[in-house]
């Protein structure tokens, strides 16, 4: 049986000896689930922070590690590295599977830990709408290892292009289908354009990567329905002028392996498939018994604790508010920092004796979305860019919001590097091949390795 690790339980903490301070237990190092913990710092209190992972993942530039631009490592980071400095907080890679709130206890596979104020930070992953049977031949875009697995697969389309017996063969290789016109959805579209018509082509001697099909399909009326129109009709501009074919008001009907059926038509899509189109929170909810939104969002009170355990906070993606400015508050990453931020804040406070902070408001940094090498639109409040500027706009907040000095440096690198020269470095498929067969010998089954035949010098 799992060893049951209470309050009193065997998790180290910094704490001195015989005193036991309250416990913080923060479950998601993403971005809710960090600025939870940063808050935290130096506060009379042990943090636990669980995270199935061992890595931070910034989200917002995975479609560029699955479109070879950067590498896994630029854009993930060990959490306990992230945290090495905060003394009063330790980091364990555990799953958490459910929480019983009336004992306050929440369980993992590792045991069970003890919490006095409890912080859910689990984030979202993809909704396929019911189809949940779509997701193995349309994947998502979600954690690094989605990201490395969409590479191979893109990758892979090119080489088998370049092996294809016939034209034709050749042409169905390089289809590829994004669904979801969201930012995500657009800035797969344009990073997937660019590798395709700037990266690959001198690289490739028959399969001419220039001409592949990339459509973008959008069930809604428009492309970016976050964004203000005059910024959507730009971004759909310009993706047309680098070759993506985007058809709006375009509901995807069925996916099979290689097909997709869209307003009632059968397309063959022999390249990849990807799904960016709707988000449907963690379990949390289910763990808790709490009522979730139709995306599964815990729904939680102005001070974004769980309606009747004024201990527990549910912050970020898993989150369902309609805030102090009666805004309903967005599954962005910038949302989801603020809430950790004010978790943590508000525990700190209560915990001290202080009055809490008072009702979270969302501060609304704007909407940004690349649509690639030059372009970008970004939407302030009334500030609006497009173009060069807004590519480099894009860039420098970015930058700015990677974690550590040597990620802002290898990323900013990587970008100037490719914007001169069209290259991206990160083109490796990764995948597992069949053992070579070798020839059964006599000595074999005593464990002796039989030389291969050519190295027997038949
Ligand atoms: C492809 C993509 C592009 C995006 N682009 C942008 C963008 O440009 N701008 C923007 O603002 N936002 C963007 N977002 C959204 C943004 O990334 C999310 O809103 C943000 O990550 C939410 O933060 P979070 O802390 O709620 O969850 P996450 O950052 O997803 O973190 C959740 C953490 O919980 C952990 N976890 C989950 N379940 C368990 C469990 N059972 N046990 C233990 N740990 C668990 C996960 O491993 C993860 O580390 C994008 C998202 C995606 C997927």
Known sequence: ?????????????????????????????????????QALDGADLDVLLLDARNHHCFQPLLYQAATAALSAVDIAWPIRHILAGQRNATVLMETVSGVDADHALVSTSAGDFGYDWLVLATGSTHSYFGHDAWEAYAPSLKTIEDAL???????????????????????????????????????????????????????????????????????GPSLLPTFPATLATDAQRRLERMGVEVRTSAKVEDVRENVLVVGGEQVDVGGAILWAAGVRASPA??????????????????????????????????????????????????????????????????SEGRPAPA????????????????????????????????????????????????????VATSWVWSYLTNQRGARLILRRLPPAREEQRPGDAQGEKAPSKSAGGS
């Not at 903490?13 to 005193?19: D, I, K, L, M």
């Not at 993606?317 to 809430?339: C, F, H, I, Y």
């Not at 409040?381 to 990620?407: C, E, P, Q």
């Open 149 to 219: 697995s969409l590479r191979s697969r893109v990758l892979t389309a090119f080489e088998q292009a370049e092996a294809a017996a016939t034209a034709e063969e050749r042409k169905r290789c390089l289809v590829f289908a994004i669904v979801g016109g969201g930012a995500t959805g657009v800035e797969l579209a344009g990073a997937l354009a660019e590798l395709a018509r700037r990266t690959l082509p001198p690289d490739f001697r028959r399969a001419s990567p220039d001409s592949a099909r990339i459509l973008l399909l959008e069930a």
């Open 285 to 350: 909810a289910s763990w808790i018994g709490a009522a979730g939104d139709r995306n599964g969002r815990i729904r939680v009170e102005p001070d974004l604790s769980l309606p009747g355990r004024e201990n527990v906070f549910v912050v970020g993606d898993t989150a369902s508010l309609r805030d102090a400015n009666g805004r309903e508050v967005p599954g962005l990453a910038a949302a989801a920092k603020q809430m950790g931020r004010y978790a943590g804040k508000t525990i700190r406070a209560r």
């Open 359 to 410: 009702a979270f408001r969302y501060r609304d940094y704007g909407d940004l979305a690349t649509i690639g090498r030059n372009s970008a639109i970004v939407s302030i409040g009334r500030l609006r860019l497009t173009g060069f500027v807004g590519w480099l706009f894009w860039g420098a907040v970015h930058i700015y919001f990677l974690i550590g000095l040597r990620s802002r440096f290898f």
């Open 1 to 37: 049986m799992a060893p049951q690790v209470g309050l009193s339980g065997t998790v180290p903490a910094p704490e001195p000896e015989g005193r036991h301070r309250p416990r913080v237990v923060i479950v998601g190092g993403g971005f809710g689930g960090l600025a939870a913990a």
